[in-house]
Every structure is written in C-alpha cells, then in structure tokens.
C-alpha cells in the first residue's frame, strides 16, 4: 500500500455545505460512533448548519478535514470553552472507509494535538464507543488514557462510551 499525501486543513465558513455533506457521510458510515444519529442531523436547516461556524473563533474552534487527491477523507473538531481553556475536546473525529489505516486519522489527531498545544490547553478530551476499535487503538497509541466511567452512548442506547483524555505537555522551549 502506497504513503498517502494527506492534507489536513480547516473549515472556513464558506465551507459550510462541505462540511455538511461530510459530516452526514459519517453518521451514515459509522452511526454507533457518533452521540448525534443521522436522522437528527438530517432535520437541521441549512441555516443551522451555518450557524455552526458564526460564531467560530479561531483561538477556540478548529474545524478540520483531512483531504487526499482533492477528495475528502476524515474530518474532526477541536473546541477550547473560554471558560475552561486548559481542556481541548476532540470530536466528530472520522476517517472514510477507504481510508482508514492508511494514516489519514493520524494525521487528523496529529493536528489537533499540535493545535491544542499552541493555544496552551494541557489536555485533549474525547469519547469513544468501547471495544478494540480501530478508533480506540488510534487514541491509545497517541496515549490517551481512559478516564472516569463508561456511559451510554446516547439515551437508551446499549452502546457504551469511554472518555480518554491526553496530557499535552507544552513545547520544549
């Protein structure tokens, strides 16, 4: 299998249909990952999905897809709250199936981390579904830890997720 040129960038507002059409590939493809289901996202207005990035600031949002030959192959968001900006929370982290373990996730996590580094956040947050998952081993060997208990993916659900979080030492100066 060949290295892929894999360019991570992020979502500018402009964007926002791209970043719909990709976000519902997602649901679509690996609905027991995500806390939103397809069928909610596909009742938001296209006003909505706009909304998203009207308030978007840089110092505390990045939106992020990974791009390889032009085509879309994983995307993922960063958000830092103002009022807590030493945690960064990773999620609606994907990779397209004909992508995956190539190193397109990678790639995407990568950034981010490097990301929350830059704004001085000292640790990544997440969920992931449990079970050895790809998605799982990815963060493990990044060296997010599990932390706290697992819980229902979403009401009712019988699906379980566990909460990883990094530490993110800052740039040795």
């Not at 998952?133 to 697992?150: C, D, I, Q, W």
């Not at 019988?158 to 100066?173: I, S």
């Amino acid at each position: 299998m060949s290295v892929l040129e894999v360019v991570v960038r992020s979502f500018q507002a402009s964007h926002w249909r791209e970043y719909r059409d990709l976000r519902l590939r997602a649901l679509t493809d690996s609905p027991n990952a995500f806390a939103t289901t397809l069928a909610q996202a596909e009742l938001l207005s296209d006003q909505e999905w706009q909304r998203r990035f009207v308030d978007l600031s840089a110092e505390h949002d990045l939106p992020m897809v990974a791009e390889v030959d032009g085509e879309f192959a994983g995307m993922a968001w960063v958000h830092i709250d103002a009022s807590a900006p030493t945690i960064a929370h990773l999620f609606q982290m994907w990779v397209a199936p004909a992508y995956r373990g190539r190193g397109v996730g990678r790639k995407l996590l990568d950034r981010a981390i490097q990301w929350v580094r830059s704004r001085g956040a000292e640790e990544v947050l997440l969920g992931v579904t449990c079970g050895d998952s790809p998605a799982r081993r990815l963060y493990t060997s990044a060296g997010f830890k599990p932390v706290g208990r697992v819980e229902p993916l979403r009401p009712m659900s019988e699906l379980m997720v566990q909460n990883m979080v990094l530490a993110v030492p800052p740039d040795a100066a």
